[in-house]
């Protein structure tokens, strides 16, 4: 399938590795945010989300950090594995009603 | 259970046509949303869709119109092509009054090559 990861920031890791993905998000009064994965050819599948009243949430080896003082995410994905390669988006919730303002991406490569 | 289906998977149009992109939403939602998505960029919201009629609307002109059916699905049109229109369209469902619960279902989209 055709890649979405054309000309987006790329983290290569190590098989078995943690990966930390980074996300800067536009709107303070944003309260609620999610981080997708993208593979080629496919539609974002949502991986976790967290609300502005938290500060961490945790997952199948997906953890979420939220920083809102100034306006961070971080996505931080244990061991990471082969089907880990894929473009990885954080969106935030604009205004509810799930408008979501999403990201630029990134891409993660996964070296086996 | 059936996910979110789009179709078609892809088309090609040239500029100045007019095409029309389908989403039957996850069984049991019933709000629409269509998201644009340019190569290497992220989802871009167009506009919502819920009880046959648009709720929100992205910054995104006149030419995209949308429907939204009784049975809750829905269509997305574009008129007057143009080449920047290229893109991935993604149809995405939910359950009004589930926002900010994650129960939001994105399809696998519609790639449109306009020339």
């Known amino acids: 399938g055709e890649s979405v990861g054309l000309h987006l920031p790329t983290l290569s890791v190590q098989e078995g590795d943690n990966s930390i993905i980074n996300c800067a998000y536009s709107?303070?009064?944003?309260?609620?945010f999610i981080w997708y994965k993208q593979e080629s050819g496919k539609g974002p599948q949502f991986i976790i989300d967290?609300?502005?009243?938290?500060d961490k949430r945790q997952g199948q080896r997906v953890t979420v950090l939220l920083n809102k003082t100034v306006k961070h995410l971080s996505l931080q994905i244990a061991a990471t594995q082969p089907g880990d390669s894929a473009v990885y988006f954080c969106?935030?919730?604009?205004?509810?009603?799930?408008?979501?303002?999403f990201g630029k991406g990134n891409q993660v490569v996964v070296i086996p | 259970d059936a996910g979110v289906t789009q179709s078609p998977t892809h088309l090609i149009k040239t500029r100045g046509q007019q095409v029309t992109l389908r989403c039957s939403p996850k069984?049991?939602?019933?709000?629409v949303s269509w998201y644009q998505q340019a190569l290497g960029q992220g989802p871009q919201f167009i506009f919502q869709y819920y009880e046959e009629e648009e709720r929100q609307r992205g910054n995104f002109p006149d030419r995209f119109s949308g429907h939204q059916f009784p049975n809750y699905s829905s269509e997305l049109n574009v008129n007057a092509l143009l080449l920047g229109d290229s893109a991935l369209y993604l149809c995405a469902s939910s359950l009004v009054g589930q926002q900010n619960t994650g129960e939001l279902f994105f399809g696998e989209g519609s790639r449109l090559t306009v020339l």
């Open positions: 969106a935030e919730n604009v205004e509810g009603n799930n408008r979501l303002a």
């Open positions: 967290i609300r502005s009243n938290m």
């Open positions: 069984s049991g939602h019933d709000t």
């Open positions: 709107n303070s009064a944003s309260d609620y």
